[in-house]
């Protein structure tokens, strides 16, 4: 359960909590447009309802967070950790996700129109009724688990699907990088 934010109702946009650690805080219904997370550590953070609209959150742990409801829209996400998030009805409109973990994320209903999706990781992520509409997916990776729109089809907007082996992760473009043990993409270099 998260606990009550001491900041309930302040202005954490004047803020710059670069690397700050507000894992499982409650910060639902806030006004937090444009504030400055880069790095910070908000593992499972309670952002219902919130108004992120702008807001900096390069490279943030935002696993299983909650997002339900929330405004992201023009947020810069690039390289965020998102996996396990709940971002059910969010509006990311025009929101920079590259490069952002989105494996086993909740993106139900989910506004990602002009999204910027590149290189994004969605095995297993739920993306039904989700509003696609010119979205950037070129290079984004998903898997047979991975739940889209009906009607559309990814791999006709650039992403690719893959299929996992032991040791090795193959894009049914025929290329192959090396996968870690734990599981992660990555490079064999």
Do not use: C
């Amino acid at each position: 359960m998260a606990k009550k934010s001491e900041r309930m109702g302040t202005k954490v946009s004047a803020t710059k909590p670069e690397g700050k650690n507000l894992e499982e805080e409650d910060l639902s219904e806030q006004k937090m447009d444009y504030a400055y997370l880069k790095y910070a550590n908000l593992k499972e953070a309670d952002f219902s309802d919130t108004s992120l609209r702008g807001a900096i959150l390069v490279e943030a742990d935002l696993t299983d967070a909650d997002f339900s409801g929330a405004d992201l829209s023009g947020a810069d996400l690039r390289g965020a950790s998102l996996q396990g998030a709940n971002l059910r009805g969010a509006n990311l409109q025009g929101a920079l996700l590259m490069n952002a973990n989105l494996v086993e994320a909740n993106l139900r209903r989910a506004n990602l129109a002009g999204a910027d999706l590149q290189w994004g990781k969605f095995m297993g992520a739920n993306l039904r009724r989700a509003e696609l509409g010119g979205a950037d997916l070129r290079d984004a990776v998903y898997d047979e688990e991975t739940i889209w729109p009906r009607r559309f089809k990814p791999i006709n907007h650039g992403a690719l699907p893959i299929k996992f082996l032991p040791g090795v992760l193959i894009r049914d473009s025929g290329l192959e990088e090396y996968v870690s043990d734990e599981g992660d993409l990555g490079d064999d270099d």
